[in-house]
DNA sequence: TCGCAGATATGATATATATCAGAAATGTTA
DNA sequence: TAACATTTCTGATATATATCATATCTGCGA
């Protein structure tokens, strides 16, 4: 089958283990859907009916504080599973997830997963793990950008976007407006410190493109603001 | 078995489709451990070695981030899991937790909650669920936190410990200071702004203890600032 | 019981960040 | 292409919160 799971080279190493019947569900089980940039996947409150697992792209998780307003949850790599695996115990979506960059995502059908988890318990074990792993990751950013001043946050997801693309140069794929939204402060601060930084030879911008000049600076500020 | 799991009243649900012989197993696996008020349970960086459920008391879950200060992360109720469940991806804890009441705490060997998800598949659907929630509630508190003023914060806090102690009056079991480190404010700024609901009737304070005289007015300072 | 460290308390001031205002650049739709 | 909306940008000002200083109170060990 071409579109099996088992074959699959953006697999996730939680899959790693199955064996050929688990694998058959698996690809039996699931969708392949591609969405374009801005397009939006699911909507905060919806129902719970599948496992996402993103392939390719980059997503946000964000919930509406009001109408005007977004509040960024955080940002998913490929190979990442998405929505914080509330799967487990709400039935409704707890946050909204849309598409920064076109995106492929594999659909499971969650009763297929719970199915797993049931069956097999080192696939229940590992699935446990990683589920912490991404809680634990999103939860200590939160932390982290709150202790920092808002130098020290634009420092921080320049870092970050950094470690997406592993370049120093790369298109940033969220408007300023989506940079407050993530880290917590408002877009026109966004603007002055990515100018004061520009002055101050750290980085070079040019509309979305940023070029990473004075990396260890960088790291400075994200560090101690 | 006097000390036995199966009929622990105090026990999760988490536990309660186990069979005869699961019990026997946790009980065997399982340590209970008083610790007094201010105590520490675990520190930062310490090896896991057991899975953590508080029965009894009141904990706090908190990161050092300078030599005089901690970020409190959260507080952990009766009937609940302590530590993030980091367990099962992290080899060492992520945070601290120390006793802020006097508590009782059961102490499970890890390994025996890892055979449990591997041989019995409904508990480790159940646990996955748990721990959602658990991460859930945690991430969703520190949001909402963010997005209040320090009025709004105050009031917050004050409400969490009328649930907890289902009460209006109630002795708050944290220090000003700690209050500070848990809503992410200074220190005056807490006493300043008690001190100020107290000018306005809305509570009283003597000491560690509270009574909130006016709840809706409270509800109201909770939500909008 | 004293003395001391930490907690509580309050006022004055400094500072970081938000807010407001307006302009230029960019993208989008008719 | 024009007209309009949105994003980016910069400066001026307002405001919330942190910081500093100082005093009183409280609990605790010697």
């Known amino acids: 089958m071409e579109n099996s799971c088992e074959l699959c080279i953006y697999r996730s190493y939680l899959f790693d283990n199955l064996d050929k019947k688990e694998f058959a569900l698996l690809t039996l089980s699931k969708k392949e859907l591609e969405f374009r940039k801005g397009s939006i996947i699911c909507r905060e409150g919806e129902k719970i009916k599948s496992f996402l697992y993103l392939k390719q792209g980059l997503l946000k998780i964000y919930k509406n ?3 005007r307003r ?5 940002i998913t790599k490929p190979k990442d599973f998405i929505g914080l695996l509330s799967a487990f115990n709400e039935t409704t979506h707890l946050y909204s997830i849309s598409a920064l960059e076109d995106s492929s995502v594999c659909v499971i ?5 719970k199915n797993l988890v049931i069956k097999d318990g080192s696939f229940a074990l590992n699935l446990l793990g990683k589920m912490s792993k991404i809680n634990d990751q999103i939860l200590g950013t939160r932390l982290n950008i709150n202790l920092k001043n808002l130098r020290g946050r634009i420092a921080y997801i320049l870092l970050m976007f950094r470690e997406i693309y592993k370049s120093e140069i790369y298109d940033i794929p969220v408007s300023r407006k989506e940079i407050a939204e993530l880290i917590e ?3 026109e601060n966004v603007i002055r410190i990515l100018s004061e930084l520009r002055k101050d030879k750290i980085i070079r911008i040019e509309g979305k493109s940023i070029e990473i000049l004075d990396l260890h600076r960088l790291e400075q ?3 101690f603001g």
């Open 70 to 74: 977004e509040q960024i949850i955080g």
């Open 65 to 67: 504080v009001d109408n």
């Open 221 to 223: 500020i994200a560090e």
């Open 185 to 187: 402060m408002r877009t």
């Open 109 to 113: 059908d969650i009763e297929a997963i």
